[in-house]
């Protein structure tokens, strides 16, 4: 299944909206939208389909107390501690909680794409997310375990960009505590998909802490829309290829976002603009918090040559930074030099992120790995 994200008959689109802003966060559109998506079939002339649109949640991300924009290096380190060491992220989510009852997180498309594709992952690369913008909106449980979580995305940063909201809902349960996925007619019909991935044991791990249903609203739309079996299972398997892939990077952001040395944050404040803005009649802009990387930090150890068993250090080399769990505690051993330089040194190309990669004779096919429906 590809994993694009395509403007389909599925799609919420918003119509453009002028003001001079030039480049604006995903956020902020979402929060300034208002416009109804009403459907019509022409099987049920007449009948008009009111169904959820991005403007139903512009309240709840406007008031969101916690927004994150993700840098770039972030996003890559996200994407492949997920998606080229899920087995990693996957023996931590015991320690994992969501950071806040509501949360919103954003990032460039691209450059989760271009790791989703590189560790074969995804059959081909989706060649349309250059520019695209993806933001998630999560409601979370009291204890931080679960989250009903909802996407987003648009083109690059033009507030005339159409932004479009997925269908389904997804559902995160750290506990695995979730119901049995239904079949595709059931998931129509507003039960629960779920997905794997057919060679990636890891990967097929994260899914299993996820399901994904359409809201009640598109539920009755594609059940009125259904003609046959077919058209039903293609449009739960585009629904489902939009999105799932989502969550496995998520659940990675908030393990670095909580582990020790791993990111580095910027609270972002609008109100310096928002004065001029309003002064100009001008809706305000939503402030956030800027978070990127800090893995590529590297510190020098002690290069005398003793250690505390009086044994001979080796060459001065370095250490490339990686995840470490010891018990209850999750940390960034960002990248050191290690060793004495009396004894020489290793010359090395630095690497900000680390993690374990296949052998050529182990790697996936490009075609190989779909996600699949459970």
């Not at 694009?4 to 003001?19: D, E, K, W, Y």
Request: with cysteine.
């Amino acid at each position: 299944m590809a994993a694009q994200r395509t403007l389909r008959p599925a799609a919420c689109l918003i119509g453009a909206i002028n003001n001079d802003a030039p480049t604006m966060r995903l956020l902020d559109r979402v929060a300034r939208s208002n416009a109804p998506l009403i459907l019509g079939l022409d099987s049920h002339p007449g009948r008009p389909f009111d169904v959820t649109a991005p403007g139903h949640y512009a309240s709840q991300v406007a008031h969101c107390p916690l927004r994150y924009v993700l840098g770039d290096d972030l996003t890559r380190a996200c994407a492949e501690l997920a998606f080229a060491d899920g087995a990693r992220l996957a023996g931590c989510l015991d320690l994992l909680r969501m950071p806040a009852p509501e949360v919103w997180v954003e990032w460039s498309d691209e450059i989760h794409q271009r790791v989703i594709h590189a560790t074969h992952c995804a059959a081909e690369l989706d060649a349309a997310s250059a520019g695209r913008r993806v933001g998630v909106y999560l409601k979370t449980s009291i204890d931080g375990c679960c989250a009903v979580a909802r996407t987003f995305w648009a083109q690059g940063f033009d507030e005339a960009a159409e932004v479009t909201l997925s269908p389904l809902e997804s559902y995160i349960d750290l506990r695995g505590e979730l119901p049995e996925a239904a079949s595709i007619p059931g998931v129509v019909g507003g039960e629960f998909a779920g997905v794997g991935h057919s060679a990636d044991s890891p990967l097929s791990s994260l899914l299993g802490h996820v399901r994904f249903r359409f809201d009640d609203s598109w539920s009755v739309f594609y059940r009125a829309a259904s003609t046959d079996t077919g058209a039903e299972r293609q449009v739960v398997l585009d629904s489902l290829a939009a999105v799932a892939r989502d969550v496995p990077l998520l659940l990675a952001f908030f393990l670095l976002l909580s582990a020790k040395d791993a990111t580095r944050s910027l609270a972002v404040s609008r109100a310096a603009i928002n004065r001029k803005r309003l002064a100009r009649g001008r809706p305000p802009l939503l402030d956030h918090i800027e978070v990127s990387a800090s893995l590529d930090r590297a510190y020098e150890s002690d290069s005398a040559g003793i250690d505390y068993a009086a044994r001979q250090s080796p060459r001065l080399h370095h250490v490339r930074g990686h995840l470490v769990r010891r018990d209850n505690r999750v940390f960034w051993r960002v990248p050191h030099l290690r060793g004495s330089a009396a004894r020489g040194m290793v010359r090395s190309r630095t690497v900000c992120l680390s993690f374990a990669k296949r052998s050529a004779p182990e790697a996936r096919p490009a075609h190989a790995g779909p996600i699949r429906l459970q």
